[in-house]
């Protein structure tokens, strides 16, 4: 293998190049070596692009973004856990010390020090080829595209939310935002059973695609109040788990006000602000239930097996393709065409079939 590789390198704000870095090597944590076929764009790597840092993370030196990926092994050393070259396989971008409190209860999620691709100062997917775990690359079937192997993070999230808020079969609920993340979630809210599932957005395309993947009723908040229409359509009483997916403020606050008494909010979306104002009374008085979320655990396998099984459609995500050569563009377009793109994917070649 050459001693070298492009990759798109995040060098500051606004600066994303695609360069010749060095190649991964194997040693005994990354023993398997993946060759990267397609990678998501995630809205954190537009905003490190456009901000540098998330949360307490900052971009410190030049770092490969990507972290939504799937690939073909093509070289394993040491005990990786019966993977051989020509295996297509889906990466879990976080891997973890698996010794911990956390990691021994499953929650290894919650490890204080877990490894995550394109959050500085790891490298990510960006790439032709990245160095992983075994135990964190999962076989894909041969029914699944690479497109989906890379698509298992987003729905991961929403596997996720989905476990943590507790939905269940006849449940109603509202999933605000209708983006990758909220249109996975919409889906795991199915597939627990959830029989009402009402979506709002601004952006009707996504609207629609949210209809067509489960969605029983969708409400376009530049037409109608999002707040009143559901309370509406409850009769009052609200619904029983409100996913907050969009990340905003107005967001989160309108989630807590239709909830149902004694119901779920359960937050999948990263607001940009630390502090940002919520209604008590809502959550005291009503005794609401507010739930966080931080990345998954053990959800990779569940994700496969439902999208192989056909119950979940991730493959309507993916909206455009761009060749790694043309990463910095990609980004451009994920970030100025959100009314036309879902998820935008960087690909390495032409095997994402």
Known sequence: MAQT??????HGVDDIRVENVPAPVLDDERNVLVRIASVGICGSDVHYLKRGSIGNISLQSPTIMGHEASGEVVEVCGDARGLQPGDRVAIE???TCRKCEFC??????MCPDVVFLAAPPVDGAFAEYVAWPADFLFRLPGTMSMDEGAMLEPLAVGLHAARRSGVRAGDSVAVLGTGPIGLTTLQAAKAHGATTIIAADLVSMRLELA?????????NAAEVDVEATIM??????????AFECAGAIPTIQMAMRVARNGGKVQLVG???????????????NRELDVLGLFRYAGCYPPGIELVSSGQVDVRSLVTHHFPLEETPEAMAFADTNKD??????????????
């Open 5 to 10: 590789m492009r990759a798109a390198v995040l």
């Open 93 to 95: 971008p976080g891997y």
């Open 104 to 109: 021994r209860r499953g929650q290894y999620n």
């Open 211 to 219: 209809r067509g993947l489960g969605a029983t009723s969708v409400l």
């Open 232 to 241: 509406q359509m409850t009769g009052g009483r609200g619904v029983d788990v």
């Open 270 to 284: 990263m607001p940009a602000e630390t502090d940002p104002q919520i209604p008590l009374y809502e959550l005291i």
């Open 340 to 353: 036309k793109a879902i998820k935008v994917v960087v690909t390495t070649g032409d095997d994402r079939a």
